[in-house]
């Protein structure tokens, strides 16, 4: 069988789910495991998800970028979750957020990994890192992405403007299912809700999930806001 690459959606220290699914997807020492950023915040295993990360490939997440971003900042001006993830990592687990990529191209299968999302008509190593970490709701040239819950009627999810050349598999939305388009394979769905952890298998692109334990953090059971035909996300 040859080797295989397995894209990973959003841990958010949802450790255990993913031991159970790298052994669901039967993962060897010959797959190619990528995890597609926000290791961290919310969920129960923080520390264990960055050292799983570690010892396989990762990209940057917009919360790994927060953390870097807050990294000097007194333990008194952060938020309770982000404090929380704090006291649970050493400097060396930061000092690998910094050099963890934005994207990691796949050139055999024609796809890139990314957080997020990314603009029309701009190629991979061109896009701003906001887009790469945040992307959501826009409307090209206009450069501001937007949650669903918010964005303005002229703004679409940023699926809908991307033609290619290459396939993007992200993470960062939450959706209630994968969202599988052309061009696009959205695999965030929710672990640490208490709704599933996804895996996209490369090169058959099979999609493989496992139930979260529980949910371990509240707010995003309430509203669905379609974004890309049957598929709704939670904002």
């Known amino acids: 069988m040859s080797p295989r690459t397995i894209v990973i959606g959003d841990l958010h220290g949802c450790y255990d789910e993913a031991i159970e699914l790298l052994d669901k997807v039967g993962a060897t020492s010959s797959d190619r495991i990528i995890f597609a950023g926000d290791l961290v915040d919310r969920g129960p295993k923080r520390r264990e998800c960055v050292e799983l990360a570690m010892r396989y490939e990762a990209i940057q997440g917009n919360h790994e970028e927060k953390h870097l971003q807050q990294r000097r900042r007194p333990d008194d001006r952060l938020s309770p979750d982000h404090l929380e993830t704090r006291r649970v990592l050493e400097p060396e687990h930061l000092d690998y957020f910094a050099r963890l990529p934005l994207y990691i191209r796949l050139p055999e299968h024609n796809a890139v990994v990314v957080h997020a999302g990314l603009m029309p008509g701009k190629p991979i190593q061109g896009q701003d890192p906001y887009h790469l970490l945040h992307a959501q709701c826009i409307n ?53 809700y208490g709704h599933s952890l996804t895996a996209v298998v490369l090169p058959s692109w099979e999609l493989v999930s496992v139930p979260a334990r529980q949910s371990y953090r509240r707010g995003k059971d309430v509203a669905l806001f379609p974004v890309h035909g049957d598929v709704s996300v939670f904002s």
């Open 140 to 192: 090209p040239p206009e450069t501001k992405s937007f949650w669903p819950s918010k964005a303005p009627e002229t703004h679409r999810f940023w699926t809908h403007h991307w033609k290619g050349p290459e396939r993007v598999i992200f993470g960062h939305t939450v959706f209630d299912k994968p969202l599988i388009t052309e061009h696009a394979v959205g695999i965030d769905t929710g672990c640490v």
